[in-house]
């Protein structure tokens, strides 16, 4: 089994800059990539950023790209997403996705989420 648990999540003003962090537990040598997603309310959820368990590689929507940084600290377990001049639209709930090889083949495992809230 892989969990994943997200934190740092809060109300912040536009502008301002907030630092989520993701823990993996459990089969953390199975992982390859991580990921960030988010959901604002009546919308669907949308990628936010990746970052190869190596730490080779990252990507970035078209949204938040020059604003957030996504980056990994492998002796934690753990990744990050540190977001800087946020915007209200940057309101959503934001997900932490670990993607795995495992006996069946790849699979993705999902954290409960942190809420953002980015007032104007």
């Known amino acids: 089994q892989l969990q994943v648990v997200e934190s740092g999540g809060g109300l912040v003003e536009a502008g301002d800059s907030l630092r989520l962090s993701c823990e993996a537990s459990?089969?953390?040598?199975?992982?390859?990539?991580m990921n960030w997603f988010r959901q604002a309310p009546g919308k669907e959820r949308e990628f936010v950023a990746l970052?190869?368990?190596?730490?080779?590689?990252?990507l970035y929507a078209d949204s938040v790209k020059g604003r957030f940084t996504i980056s990994r600290d492998n002796a934690k377990n753990s990744v990050f997403l540190q977001m800087n001049n946020l915007k209200p639209e940057d309101s959503a709930v934001y997900y932490c996705?670990?993607?795995?090889?495992?006996?069946?083949?790849?699979?993705?495992?999902w954290g409960r989420g942190t809420q953002v809230t980015v007032s104007s």
């Open positions: 459990g089969r953390i040598f199975s992982i390859y990539a």
């Open positions: 996705a670990a993607d795995f090889e495992g006996g069946d083949g790849q699979g993705r495992s």
């Open positions: 970052i190869t368990w190596s730490g080779s590689s990252t």
